[in-house]
């Protein structure tokens, strides 16, 4: 079977909301292969402590493309620690330059409880503006949910989850089994 004739993974979202000194990472439980509900309750939103460095990680993706990213970037977190934004920049450059590596389809949205980062397979890694980022299928429901909600009086998790709550009824490739994880600086 050729890559483009299957049916392919689909589906998540994941958001990142940084408000009030706090960050919240959330992330669906739907894992769909074509039209089919595979699992409803999947975690994609993880807790790192590498070297007692708390990170928070989401991903969209293939599962074990992300899981192989998390796994590098804990590496680079070891190396660098405290050091999230060039632990992220090393392992994008990695990602961007590694024959292995750049057949991996994921991205992760990352937080230290400082910075709130993206990183893509293209070499990215980026700082979402309005203090908002959201991946995967869903992702772009998510993130004009939660910029729309961003002024009001939620705190960053009840944006994350109203958030989250709209684009599962949007997405079909989104659930609203959520997993939640807050960090602070």
Same mark, same amino acid.
């Given at each position: 079977?050729?890559?483009?004739?299957?049916?392919?993974?689909?589906?998540? #979202?994941?958001?990142?909301?940084? =408000?009030?000194?706090?960050?919240? /990472?959330?992330? %669906? $439980?739907?894992?769909? &292969?074509?039209? !089919?509900?595979?699992?409803?309750?999947?975690?994609?939103?993880?807790?790192?402590?590498?070297?007692?460095?708390?990170?928070?990680?989401?991903?969209?993706?293939?599962?074990?493309?992300?899981?192989?990213?998390?796994?590098?970037?804990?590496?680079?977190?070891?190396?660098?620690?405290?050091?999230?934004?060039?632990?992220?920049?090393?392992?994008?450059?990695?990602?961007? #330059?590694?024959?292995?590596?750049? =057949?991996?389809?994921?991205?992760? /949205?990352?937080? %230290? $409880?400082?910075?709130? &980062?993206?990183? !893509?397979?293209?070499?990215?890694?980026?700082?979402?503006?309005?203090?908002?980022?959201?991946?995967?299928?869903?992702?772009?429901?998510?993130?004009?949910?939660?910029?729309?909600?961003?002024?009001?009086?939620?705190?960053?998790?009840?944006?994350?989850?109203?958030?989250?709550?709209?684009?599962?009824?949007?997405?079909?490739?989104?659930?609203?089994?959520?997993?939640?994880?807050?960090?602070?600086?």
């Amino acid at each position: 079977m050729a890559q483009d004739d299957f049916p392919g993974w689909h589906g998540t #979202t994941i958001i990142g909301v940084k =408000k009030a000194g706090e960050i919240v /990472i959330a992330g %669906d $439980g739907q894992v769909s &292969l074509g039209q !089919t509900v595979i699992k409803g309750t999947a975690r994609k939103v993880r807790r790192l402590s590498p070297g007692g460095f708390d990170v928070v990680a989401g991903f969209a993706g293939s599962t074990a493309d992300a899981f192989t990213l998390l796994e590098r970037l804990e590496a680079k977190l070891e190396a660098t620690p405290g050091q999230l934004a060039r632990a992220s920049v090393e392992l994008a450059k990695d990602w961007r #330059t590694d024959k292995y590596l750049q =057949k991996l389809e994921a991205m992760l /949205i990352v937080s %230290d $409880g400082k910075d709130l &980062l993206v990183i !893509t397979g293209a070499g990215d890694v980026l700082e979402p503006e309005h203090n908002v980022a959201a991946i995967g299928s869903g992702g772009n429901y998510a993130l004009a949910a939660a910029r729309g909600m961003m002024e009001s009086d939620r705190s960053a998790e009840q944006v994350a989850r109203d958030a989250m709550a709209i684009a599962a009824d949007i997405c079909v490739y989104t659930n609203g089994n959520l997993t939640v994880e807050t960090i602070s600086a």
